[in-house]
C-alpha cells in the first residue's frame, strides 16, 4: 500500500470514528413537562344550537399552559380576564367567571413572567389573549397573517377591550410564522398552523415521554362533537369556514400519524378530568 494511500484510509477513518458516537448513539428525548392553568369558565353565547346537536355541557373552560423544555419555556395562551380585575372571590365580566390569576398559578411553580421565554397565543380572541400585555417581554411566536390582523395598517378609532389587553405585543420581539413551526428544532414542541377560526390560528403539538404526544386545540374544536358530527361547525361563521375544514382534516391526520390525543381547550368535561398545576404531565 502506498505511504499516501495509507494517510488517506487513516483521515478517512478518524472521520468515520469521529462521527460515530453522533450517528450511533439514540437520541433521548428532552424531558418536556405540560402544565394547565385554571384561567375559569365562559358561558356559551348561544346555547341553543349546541344543545340541539346534542352538547349537553355547553359551558367551556377557559385555560392556559405551560411547557418547560430544557432550553426555555413556552406560554400558550392567557386567559380571559386580566389578572389585575381578579377579586378574591373571584370576578365574572360578561359570559366569563375567573377566580384563579395567571400570574399567581406561574408563580406557585416558582416563574415570573420575565421568566417566559416565549409566548404563543393560539389565537388572538379575548379568551385566549387577555394578559398578552404581561408577557411582552418574552418573544412572540405568531403566524404572520395573526400579526396582521391583531395589527391592521389602520388602527380602529376605539380599539376593542381585548385589542388594548394584546397591544403591548406589536413591540415584542417577534419570530413571524408561515406555517409550522418546530420551537425547540428537537420535534419536541410544534406549532401546528390551523387558520381559519382566525387568519392565523394554530395548535400546539407537545411530544411528551411518559404521556405521549399531544395536541392543545386552540379553537379548531370546541367540543367533541365537532369532530364526530362533521357538519357540526357552529363556530365556522366566525372565520373562513373552508379554512377552517382544512385544517380539521390536516388536524385528524397529524393526530393519526402521531397517535397523539387531542386535548380539545374549552371541553371542560375532559378538561375537568386533567392534572392542573402544579401537577404537570410528562
Ligand atoms: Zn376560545
Redesign the pocket.
Same mark, same amino acid.
Given at each position: 500500500m502506498s505511504k499516501r494511500l495509507t494517510v488517506m484510509m487513516k483521515i478517512f477513518l478518524s472521520i468515520v470514528v469521529g462521527l460515530l458516537p453522533w450517528s450511533s448513539a439514540p437520541q433521548a428525548p428532552p424531558a418536556v413537562k405540560l402544565y394547565i392553568f385554571d384561567c375559569g369558565m365562559l358561558k356559551s353565547g348561544n346555547p341553543d344550537v349546541l344543545l340541539d346537536r346534542g352538547v349537553t355541557t355547553t359551558d367551556?373552560s377557559v385555560t392556559a399552559y405551560l411547557v418547560v423544555h430544557p432550553q426555555g419555556t413556552l406560554l400558550w395562551d392567557t386567559g380571559v380576564i386580566p389578572d389585575d380585575l381578579i377579586q378574591p372571590g373571584g370576578t365574572t365580566e360578561a359570559r366569563a367567571t375567573v377566580h384563579k390569576t395567571l400570574r399567581g398559578q406561574l408563580a406557585e411553580i416558582g416563574y415570573r413572567p420575565s421568566d417566559i421565554t416565549y409566548l404563543a397565543l393560539s389565537h388572538n *380572541?379575548y $379568551? *385566549?389573549s387577555a394578559n398578552a400585555n404581561s408577557f411582552a417581554g418574552s418573544t412572540w411566536l405568531v403566524q404572520k397573517a395573526e400579526r396582521a390582523a391583531m395589527f391592521p395598517d389602520t388602527p380602529p378609532q376605539n380599539p376593542s377591550n381585548s385589542a388594548a389587553r394584546f397591544s403591548a405585543l406589536k413591540n415584542s420581539k417577534t419570530v413571524l410564522l408561515n406555517g409550522d413551526y418546530d420551537v425547540f428544532g428537537d420535534g419536541s414542541v410544534v406549532i401546528i398552523a390551523t387558520p381559519g377560526h382566525t387568519p392565523g390560528h394554530q395548535s400546539l403539538l407537545v411530544n411528551l415521554s411518559k404521556t405521549g404526544p399531544v395536541v392543545l386545540s386552540g $379553537?379548531l374544536y370546541?367540543y367533541p362533537a365537532e369532530r364526530t358530527l362533521k357538519d357540526f361547525t357552529p363556530f365556522a361563521a366566525l372565520g373562513n369556514s373552508e379554512l377552517e375544514a382544512a385544517s380539521k382534516a390536516k388536524m385528524e391526520a397529524l393526530l393519526k400519524e402521531k397517535k397523539a390525543t387531542l386535548w380539545i381547550? *374549552?371541553d371542560i368535561i375532559a378538561y375537568s378530568q386533567l392534572k392542573k398545576s402544579p401537577a404537570f404531565y410528562d
Open positions: 367551556m *380572541h $379568551d *385566549h $379553537d370546541h381547550q *374549552h
